[in-house]
Each structure stands twice: as structure tokens, then as C-alpha cells.
């Protein structure tokens, strides 16, 4: 039967109201968390899928944790066919039985039934303090296999008819190291995903079943055809990208690479990555469901933004995946995954955003600065107790747009800015770090007629007792991102211990201890370049001097735009003439 049709209203209604209960979620996360890097960084998802496993509304989060959702979602029915029932919660963390990213983010999934029918199911996804394994925290850069990263769960009921089975959740919380706070942020998924489950009834009360589900199918629809129309607009052929890890974090320095090529015809598009390199010892491997995700992120970025909000399952239909099996992008059972949302999920966006710049060069878009974060763990003396934490405040710009450049400041590619950066305030109260310097860099963004964000100066000071450091979370410091047309790739980051005021170098995708009184300093790239540097506006060079983004030397040799020192105003003959010869300065 065909489905009924709606009204514009009423279609614009119900399609705003999926939308605005997946932010309402959110909110739930925010107001009752007690995890930093959920409650404060926001680094959570949630989406709604209908009883078939197709996605219906994805508006916010991060493409890992939720993108893909389809693929764990469809597991989870297929998993529990004939035994799902109103009130159930399913949670799901592992990557090779239940599609998901990493051991660290938890999916919460619940049925929404309506008249005894499954008619749609929602997933709340967040990153847990800690999952068990070596180290606290799961970036543990050289474990034997995932095993060794933490506790890995199928598909498990933790609630039937909304009463917990706490024998379940009493044997999943007691491997893990902070277990009350886990629980409480356990709690506030499944909050959320019953307040999804109040607001998705109250819809269909109002509306009734068939205008709700018709509405659906139309969103559907218009979501496939926006998208296809824009594929049509790309010129047929094969575009090629890749971009690199710095090392697996078992064998070091050998760097890892994802290699893609988008083919374009008519209204589809395919993105092979079969020429990516073997899955590794190290953790950087990504399962296919990543991947997946991480593609059509990086496609989803470079389509019209008004399309941003509304993506469906009518988006994912004009476009397929292909990773082969036992490839660093299809990794198989059971290679370590525990890096793969930066170290390689972000390498998959940027290669996929490097080969539809040359597509559509009208929207290319320029690699963010790396991700170099941290796990810090350790002992509080105030107040006696174990704590870890992870911050991205060290993460470099965005990478710049043609007609934009890349804005200061927000999070790593894999986020889209999602994630937030902490305050001093916040982060010195949690924790036993004091904050000694935090600022932008100057001459560490991509330069190009459109310049990439600038990267960061991160400076803390260890103020508790002894401590480790996995800086499994980390790149560039060897490779860099892409720019396009022309502009600078990022920059590189590099990171230094202090003690007794000597200074030694540190590395990413490594451990390493820490005393008191120890001061870790990070210097991070910023984002990269669109566009020929030596064609952007002299005003703006000048500008980004005045406002420390550049210095006057870089001004002259980056984008020969030649400098009064004293006054600081264009000398135009000079850079006109540096302009002109295009050749040695």
C-alpha cells in the first residue's frame, strides 16, 4: 500500500520533531552525566532508526559513534528477533560482534513499540571513562589484541520491561575501574532513550501511525533525491586521496596509510578504499562500520549545508562502501581497534574530503589539524582517589573552505566541532593539573588564499602525585593533512615532558610516567590551506600579522606579501613585484 500523503506542515512538523528530540537527548546526557568527557566535551550521540533498521533521524554528534548506526542497529533486531519487548535496553560495545567504533563508546539501544508494534528503535552512544583493559582510559597504543583494550560486550539485555538486571550490569560494572560513575552515566543513556520513547508515543497519539510513518517515507524520499541531484552535479570519473597515520603504535615510525578512490556516475557514487594498506599489529585499525561512517561524513561535508541536519536513510541510498576484509579500513577479528576514531578515522575523512575537493573543486575543504590529545591517569591527592582524563584542548583549527578560512580553536576532524574544548575553571577543579599557558600559535596555521586555523600552545603542570600518559590519541607529528587547490597541508604538532626544567621530547602513540611537579608542553599544527597562497588578499595577510596568526617573515615567504615592519602596512610595488616573479623570493 502506498503511503499516505501529508500535508507540508505537518511533514515539516514531524520531521523538525525527530530532529529536536534527538538535541533533547543530548540534553538529557548534559544535565545528568557525571563523565568530563561526556558531560562537559560532549562526546556522545544519539540517532533514531524505525523497527526496520533504517535511519530516520542523525542531526548532531560524531560519525563513528553514530553514522553507521544502521549496520549496529540492524544487528541488534536481527540478534533479538521475536525477543524484543517494550521497556527492554540493549547495550553494545564491541566492534566485530555489534558494529561499533571502539571498546570506550557504549551504545544504549531501546525498542520503541506503539500499539504492540516495533515502529522504531533509538541508540544513545558515549565514550565511557573506562571499558577495562591494561590502562584506564582505552588507549593502551600496544596491546595483544582487543581483549587487552577492554571489556568487550555483544548485544546484552540490561533492562527487561524497564527493570534492570543488575546481576548483568553488577558483572559488566565490576570490570571497569570507576564503576559508580560509569553507572551514572549509563543511567543518564538510558534516560535519554526514554525520553525519546515518551516524545516518539506522544507524536504518534497526535498524529496517528500512518500520517507519522508516511511523513517518514516522504522524508525519506526528499533526503535521496537532494542528495542524488547533487551527485549529478559532479563531473563523471574517478577522484583519487589518501592521507596517513604516523605509525600503528606497535611498530613505530612506520607510517600507516588509507587510500581511496570516489567514482562518480550519473546520480551514485562509490568509494573504494582497496588500495589502503594490511590491518595492523598496532591500534589503529578501524572495523568496516567506522569506515563507513567516516566516508560518508567526509561526502556529507562537502554536499550544500542546509543539507547538514537532515540526513536519512534516503542519503546513504545513492552511495556504497567498498573496504576489503583484513585491510587497516576492514579490519578483521581480533586486531586492536582501540585508536581508530583519530588515528585512522580521521585519515579516512580526510582522504575521502582530498579526493571530492578535486570533484568539486567549488567546496574544497582543507585536512583540520591533527588530533593530539592524551589519557593523563593517576592519584588526586586532595582527595585520595584515581581519576583519568582526556581532553581535545590542545586540537588544532579546522582546515580552511574555498571563500572561508578555517576557523580558531574547535576540535579534530572526526568531531566537526561537536566535542567541545574544557575550561581551565572546570578542568583544574577535576583534576590535579594546574593550567600554565593556553593560546594560539602563531605560523602554525596552512597558509592559502584561504588560511587554516591556527593551532595551539598547551601547557599544564602536574600538581598531584605520580601519574602515566598513554598518548595513544595523537598524529602529526610526522604526516599532514592535506590542503587543496594549491593551499598548505596542516601544520606539524610536537610535545616535550619538563622536569627539573629539562626538557625531553615525547611521542605519540606511546606511555610514558609522569612526577610531580612534571609539565607537559604541546605545540600543535593548525588546519590546512584551500587555494594558492600567493593569491589571498594582502589586507587579510596583514591582518592575520596584526592579530599574531602570522608572523612578517612568513608573510613574505608563505604569501609574498611584503610588510612595512615599523608601520605594519602593505608595501604594494614590492609585493606586487614578489607576486609577479612566482618564483625565488
Same mark, same amino acid.
Given at each position: ?160 520491561? =524497564? ?57 525519506? /524520499? ?20 589518501? /592521507? ?86 576492514? /579490519? ?5 581497534? &582501540? ?27 582543507? @585536512? ?104 595513544? @590519541?595523537?598524529?602529526? +607529528? ?38 610531580? &611537579? ?20 594582502? +589586507?587579510?595577510?596583514?591582518? =592575520? ?18 610588510? =612595512? ?21
Amino acid at each position: 500500500m502506498a503511503p499516505a500523503r501529508v500535508d507540508p506542515m505537518t511533514l515539516s512538523t514531524v520531521w523538525h520533531f525527530f530532529q529536536n528530540t534527538c538535541r533533547e537527548m543530548r540534553h538529557v546526557i548534559d544535565r545528568t552525566a557525571q563523565n568530563y568527557l561526556i558531560a562537559q566535551l560532549h562526546d556522545v550521540s544519539v540517532g533514531i532508526w524505525d523497527g526496520t533498521g533504517r535511519t530516520v533521524a542523525i542531526p548532531i554528534g560524531l560519525s563513528v559513534q553514530y553514522l553507521g548506526g544502521k549496520l549496529s542497529v540492524e544487528y541488534v533486531l536481527n540478534k533479538f528477533k521475536g525477543n524484543l519487548n517494550p521497556g527492554d535496553e540493549i547495550l553494545v560495545n564491541d566492534p566485530y560482534h555489534g558494529h561499533c567504533c571502539h571498546l570506550p563508546d557504549w551504545g544504549f539501544y531501546r525498542p520503541i513499540f506503539y500499539q504492540g508494534e516495533l515502529l522504531f528503535i533509538t541508540l544513545c552512544r558515549a565514550h565511557q571513562m573506562d571499558t577495562g583493559g591494561a590502562y584506564p582510559g582505552g588507549y593502551f597504543p600496544n596491546a595483544y589484541d582487543i581483549h587487552a583494550e577492554g571489556l568487550c560486550i555483544p548485544g546484552t539485555k540490561v533492562m527487561e520491561g =524497564d527493570k534492570e538486571r543488575e546481576d548483568v550490569m553488577e558483572l559488566i560494572l565490576n570490570n571497569v575501574r570507576w564503576p559508580q560513575g560509569t553507572r551514572i552515566d549509563n543511567y543518564a543513556q538510558i534516560a535519554a532513550t526514554r525520553l525519546c520513547e515518551q516524545r516518539i508515543v506522544a507524536l504518534l497519539d497526535k498524529y496517528g501511525k500512518e500520517t507519522v510513518l508516511s511523513c517518514v517515507e516522504e522524508m525519506m /524520499a526528499r533526503t535521496e533525491r537532494a542528495v542524488r541531484s547533487s551527485i549529478e552535479k559532479i563531473p563523471d570519473g574517478t577522484y583519487y586521496g589518501e /592521507a596517513a597515520t604516523d605509525d600503528d603504535g606497535t611498530e613505530l615510525d612506520v607510517q600507516v596509510w588509507v587510500r581511496c578512490e570516489v567514482t562518480v556516475k550519473g546520480d551514485t557514487l562509490k568509494v573504494d578504499f582497496s588500495k589502503s594498506d594490511k590491518q595492523r599489529k598496532g591500534f589503529v585499525n578501524c572495523v568496516f562500520n567506522s569506515t563507513y561512517a567516516d566516508a560518508l561524513w567526509a561526502f556529507f561535508m562537502i554536499l550544500d549545508p542546509a543539507l547538514g541536519e537532515y540526513h536519512n536513510e534516503g542519503s546513504l541510498r545513492p552511495i556504497t562502501v567498498d573496504a576489503p576484509p583484513g585491510s587497516v579500513v576492514n /579490519a578483521q577479528y581480533p586486531a586492536t581497534v &582501540g585508536a581508530s576514531p583519530v588515528s585512522m578515522g580521521n585519515q579516512i575523512i580526510q582522504a575521502v574530503l582530498n579526493a571530492m575537493s578535486k570533484a568539486i573543486p567549488e567546496r574544497a575543504i582543507g @585536512s583540520w589539524g591533527m588530533r593530539y590529545g592524551h589519557y593523563i591517569f593517576g592519584q588526586d591527592p586532595r582527595t585520595n582517589e584515581k581519576y583519568v582524563v582526556t581532553t581535545f584542548d590542545m586540537d588544532g583549527g579546522t582546515g580552511a573552505v574555498r571563500g572561508f578560512d578555517g576557523f580558531d580553536g574547535p576540535c579534530s576532524l572526526g568531531s566537526l566541532g561537536t566535542v567541545n574544548k574544557g575550561n581551565v575553571e572546570e578542568l583544574e577543579m577535576r583534576f590535579p593539573w594546574r593550567y600554565v599557558r593556553w593560546e594560539f600559535v602563531c605560523d602554525t596555521a596552512g597558509a592559502g588564499t584561504w588560511r587554516g586555523g591556527s593551532g595551539m600552545h598547551w601547557e599544564v603542570e602536574n600538581t598531584g602525585g605520580e601519574a602515566g600518559i598513554a598518548t595513544g @590519541s595523537s598524529d602529526g +607529528e610526522v604526516v599532514r593533512g592535506p590542503g587543496a587547490l594549491g593551499g598548505e597541508p596542516t601544520g606539524n604538532s610536537r610535545a616535550f615532558l619538563i622536569r627539573n626544567g629539562e626538557k625531553t621530547r615525547i611521542q605519540g602513540h606511546r606511555l610514558y610516567q609522569l612526577k610531580p &611537579g612534571d609539565v607537559l608542553l604541546k605545540i600543535t599544527g593548525g588546519g590546512a590551506g584551500v587555494g594558492d597562497p600567493t593569491e589571498r588578499d594582502a +589586507e587579510k595577510v596583514r591582518w =592575520d600579522v596584526l592579530s599574531g596568526m602570522i608572523s612578517i617573515q612568513s608573510a613574505r615567504d608563505r604569501y609574498r606579501v611584503v610588510l =612595512d615592519p615599523a608601520s605594519l602596512t602593505v608595501d604594494t610595488e614590492k609585493t606586487k613585484a614578489m607576486r609577479s616573479r612566482r618564483g625565488e623570493i
